[in-house]
């Protein structure tokens, strides 16, 4: 009968070590805020993890659905950074039963923040797609061929800044991990920088269309919202504000550092990052714009075989 007991108890340690972690982790879990070894601080909920990675997992979906059905290719940035956002929040099931994993938490710490480049590189794309669908080209500074690329390889430098600091702020060194840090900070505020001119931009296109394109402006008032282009711009601009927020939080955030109240707070992250993003790309769930831009791909195909055409024709005989 003893040795029953003594098996029993046996079993049921390993069943705990196995859905709970190691004895030493749940130990330090007791206590994160003073833990040394627990990078957030804090024991991430499951409960808040299942919901964001829900409404992640549910929103990539129904954009990918919407990719294929309108063809939409130029926005795959945003559904590819979704799924990798998702990723990010499901690392922080396994950062609750190892809170103190520094490797998990490099890993989830990357997921979840570096997305934000592939969902802000969507909206870039987008503003030229939606000036010229507009013929309203004239109305941003640069030609459509150009501020899309231009705004797209800013995004590009921001994140290979960000993703070099966050390398490198993994250094057991400790002067190299602060340099790391300022390294991924300095990524934050250029790319912060780039979209608050994007963002402004963005306002003035609206703004010109309005008071000098009025027939732009409502040509569409007749019909239902979901072929009204302004629901459109009504939704990018939207998704711009989302960002806009979460971009700052990360800034403050950093400029505390890793240890800071806004880093080891869950509420601030749920509150003042992913509910900005969630609501920066799931605004695009009704308004997807491949409803409101249609053929856009195919014109741009067929586009550079007529050129060719043209010149071969009007090419002199030998």
Not at 18 to 33: F, I, V, W
Not at 67 to 74: A, E, L, P, Q, V
Not at 235 to 263: D, T
């Amino acid at each position: 009968m003893t040795a029953i007991s003594s098996g029993v108890r046996k079993g049921l340690l390993i069943l705990s070590i196995l859905c709970l972690g190691t004895p030493s982790m749940a130990q330090n879990s007791t206590d994160p805020k003073n833990d040394p070894n627990n990078p957030l601080k804090y024991i991430p909920s499951n409960t808040l993890t299942t919901v964001a990675i829900s409404v992640v997992l549910v929103t990539a979906l129904i954009h990918t659905f919407w990719s294929f059905r309108y063809k939409t290719k130029w926005m795959l940035a945003l559904v590819i950074g979704e799924y990798c956002y998702a990723i990010g929040f499901g690392l922080r099931f396994a950062l609750h039963y190892n809170p103190d994993s520094s490797g998990i938490y490099i890993t989830e710490y990357l997921f979840i923040v570096l997305p934000a480049c592939a969902f802000i590189a969507a909206d870039y794309v987008l503003l030229g797609r939606l000036a010229k669908h507009l013929s309203c080209g004239e109305y941003v500074p640069l030609p459509l061929n150009k501020i899309t690329r231009v705004f797209v390889i800013s995004d590009i430098s921001t994140f290979l800044i960000q993703a070099a600091g966050g390398g490198i702020s993994i250094s057991k060194n400790s002067s190299v991990a602060l340099s790391g840090s300022h390294i991924f900070l300095a990524g934050l505020v250029l790319q912060l920088v780039s979209f608050l001119i994007f963002s402004g931009i963005y306002i003035r296109f609206l703004y010109k269309i309005h008071t000098l394109r009025p027939e732009i402006w409502n040509r569409d008032q007749t019909r239902p919202w979901y072929s009204d282009w302004r629901a459109l711009a009504g939704a990018l601009m939207v998704s711009c504000i989302g960002i806009l927020v979460r971009s700052g939080y990360r800034v403050a955030e950093l400029s505390y550092g890793y240890q800071g109240f806004l880093a080891t707070t869950e509420a601030y992250f749920y509150l003042l990052d992913t509910l900005p993003l969630v609501l920066a790309n799931s605004v695009y769930i009704l308004c997807w714009p491949g409803r409101f831009i249609r053929n856009e791909p195919a014109q741009e195909s067929i586009e550079p075989k007529l050129r060719s055409y043209s010149s071969t024709v009007s090419a002199p005989i030998a």
